[in-house]
């Protein structure tokens, strides 16, 4: 299986995983597009509960995380599935931070997990090009710019 189809393989599994336990959950994959995400869609009592979670999108062979209306760190949980993730350099991401644009440097280089998705093929496309282009600098990795 080439890269790209891996990754594609590998969001469809995390957004079904992220959905599983939800029954108001929906899951749009635009596979010719390669485009997905999870809407919510339903009534908690009173209370209208519409919008999208999640948006994930394939561009030019990297993952984009587009939206997240949740507290799930997605880079992380991409960069985990499968073997052995690589070590994060603490020293220059801070978990929780909202000025993270760009998934963290692996210790080891930046060399792909066999299984998950290489931390230098994923964009925080939530974050505005300045803001990416600002913290690949001092991380020293390619943020991405949309063809």
């Known amino acids: 299986m080439d890269r790209v189809n891996q990754y594609r393989q590998i969001v469809q599994d995390f957004l079904e995983d ?3 336990d939800d029954p108001e959950a929906q ?3 635009d596979i010719e597009r390669d485009r997905y995400l999870v809407m919510h869609n339903g009534w908690r009592g009173e209370y209208r509960i519409y919008g999208c979670a999640m948006q994930l999108d394939l561009i030019s062979g990297k993952v984009w995380i587009q939206h997240n209306s949740t507290e799930i760190f997605i880079d992380r949980e991409l960069i985990s599935r ?3 993730a690589p070590v994060l350099d ?3 991401f801070m978990p929780g931070d909202p000025s993270n644009a760009v998934a963290p440097l692996p210790v080891d280089g930046g060399l792909p997990n066999p299984k998950g998705i290489a931390s230098q093929d994923i964009v925080l496309g939530l974050r505005s ?3 990416r282009e600002r913290l690949a600098a001092a991380l020293h990795t390619d943020v991405g710019s949309k063809p």
């Open 18 to 20: 992220f959905a599983a």
């Open 27 to 29: 899951l749009i994959f």
């Open 82 to 84: 499968g073997e052995a």
């Open 90 to 92: 603490a020293t220059c």
């Open 129 to 131: 090009p300045k803001v």
